[in-house]
């Protein structure tokens, strides 16, 4: 009730939304870099303090290599004697992994689409699948994942070859679904009743109805599924590399790493690092897609 | 059939049907149970064998039920800092907006080393690092978004900012609290299940499921998946009557 | 109960200033110079259209928020010691009730403050209530009343601790015209019965004239008082709206609001 007011008259000078949120962005990076050097300076205290009193954990430099050793080990040969580096090898695995969970995630962004407009348009699928689809999102159907590498090997589809790689991109898929229908769906019928009131009196088809009052109204629900779903989407598939031990991504290099800690304790980290930065790239292009997505809607108020 | 009955029997409708045209299918194609089990197949491995499925499954419960409740714990005394301490808000909230998207379960190996892989303790852990974030997140946002009326409402009748957090903060926090849960008692589930997978003590769901997958005992395996879904309903039904339970105007439009 | 005023006077601002951003390249001045004074028992409504500083003078006065100049004395003492006593009572355009809470547990939200005892509060709450004509409804919750009633709690709760003046800022605002006449007879019936002083704002010139003793216009840029008019329509009853002298008195109010002050007395503030 304060100097808003007084401004009113004045035309909306603002910066645009795209600029707010790169300023927010850019915020929330300095601080998140902060924490990240927090927890860099935390490790270390750790292991020095386990040095001199008993600690729960082993602090033994084989278990929690210091924070250069991990640096370092980014340049180390990957194998005794081998040309390539344990960041290369991690770098091409985690390249691996992200389109493995790229894949998944648009055909489960897709799926998921396709989904939510048959629940909107006919009650009686809404009614019948969405208590499915909802309960899916809370039960670990992550579970399924070496069951399904396993009918994945023995089904043959003609001349089409299924490598464990698409089991992965399944699982990956189905997992990126489940959010997206949801979300999908509450867009989708997120238009005010006075809305669809204005488009009857046009005497609008339903499928008028979804391209130019439905779609353009869900993209503030669609945007946030679309989060959840990248991120289900990568851990979908780093999770599913682990459980079924599926070549080439990120996911069997962990474990195959876990397994030398003693003679490259620092491998381990660096391909975990690997994994962290797969998801932190996946968040980045889906927030670029966000941004593009809203860049014409009216901008936010934050009073 | 009467209009408040629809909502209930159209699933259970469009389930019974699926089941019965998943064991016509495995019937009719004569399926091998190392492809697709039939649904009785795998009722009678569920069933025959309940105690051994509910001992696996209280394994993994239990895994994850620990989890859940440190790290709630842990979450809930962030966030009261964070209300007290904006710099606590503003470290933690943009690592857990960056974690969401990080397969935070990869910790698993570097915790089995760092603690005794032979017991429970990492695989708690890690669970503890998953659940706390979307609870510290939903349980910070629930402490300071209160509306500015009723702050002023509170100086106007000189409420110190302990008792504005008593008074007004805290009831306000209880839904928020509670949709915190309902993401994070599903993830604590998942990731006590997955972190089994990194080696260590194998008698929960996630190592068996693996183990009858390998030694092509497909019914059981997924009789072990049947485990891990009651499993996680549960956690979450738990959840959802806890919430109506103590929240009675959840549903209802807020006043003003 | 509360401290009874030293003098006469419920509110006396002296030369208070508002101004935000000061300074900066968006500065706003919303108050500017501001001499108001309120006598024991005056109802005064503070009216202007957006930005005059209406409700900002209001906060300043709860000492919700401090002038940047200049002081305020609420029944005798400093604003901001009136606020620690409890020398107010405050309502506002939303109810701001607490949907955990029964209708009666936010009545006694105040006393709880304060640290009244159980039985005395719920005793106290009741008797707000039944002055509100709501106490049927002391069990039941927030969102199960309508705009109006939840309105008559809010007013029943900033009576709780008795105080000798009432802030209230647009508190009709979101209700429609049938109702808002209701509550506007409740508001003056409750006045008789307690003889507190009421500062009002609103933005409506009909509520004003028909509530107020004296109405005080505001205009923006910088927020400033204009005019004020006094009102002398005696006791309101159901034909005080159709009277010839209400609409008299509506229209100086419009008058002032324009700018041209018509028959209305250029009074500065304490003259009547």
Redesign the interface.
Known sequence: MTHTDAVQAAPDTRPSNSTRRLRAGLFGLLWALAGVALTIVMWELVKFVGTIIELPMTTSDTAMPHVWTMVAGFAEPEVRGSDTTVAQAVASAALYSLLIALGGFVIGVGVGLLLAIVMQRFAFFERGLLPFVIASQTVPLIALAPLITGIGNRVSLGPFEWSSTYSVMFIASYLAFFPMSVGALRGLQAPTPTALELMRSYAATPRQILWKLRFPSSLPYLVPAMKVSAAAAVVGTVVAEISTGVRGGIGRLIIEYARETTAQPAKVYVAVFGAILLGLVAAALVTALDVYLTRNLPKENHA | MSERLKPVWTPLLIGVLALAAWELLVIVQDIKPYLLPAPSLIASNFFGDLGLMSSTAFYTGTTAIMGLAIGTILGIVAALLAVRFSVVNNLITPLAAGLATVPIIALTPILNNMFNITSRTPRVLVTVIIVFFPMFVNLTRGLLQVQPVQLELMRSMNASPKTTLRVLRIPNAIPFFFTGLKIAAPLAVITALVAEYFGGPQQGLGSRIASSAANTAYGRAWAYVVASIVVGLLFYLVVLALERWSTPWIGHRRSN | MSTSPSTTTAVHASGVWKI??EGQS?E?T?LQDIDLTVGQGEFISLIGP??CGK??LL?VI?D?TQPTRGDVMVAGVPAAQA??Q?N???A??????????TVRRNVE??L??QGWPKDRRAARAMELLEMVQLADFATH???E?SGGM?QRVAIARSLAVDPPLL?M?EPFG?LDEMTRERMQNELLRIRQETGKSIIFVTHSIPEAVYLSDRVVVMS??P?RITDIVPIDLGERNEDTREAEAFFESVTAVREALRGHGGGAVRARAGEV
């Open positions: 935000f951003n968006n706003v919303a957006s930005g409700s900002t906060r709860a919700l606020r620690e409890q107010y009572g405050m506002f355009q939303q109810a701001a009730l607490f949907d955990w809470r939200l105040p709880e403050l919750r927030p969102w009343l939840q802030l800022d979101a923006p840029r927020g």
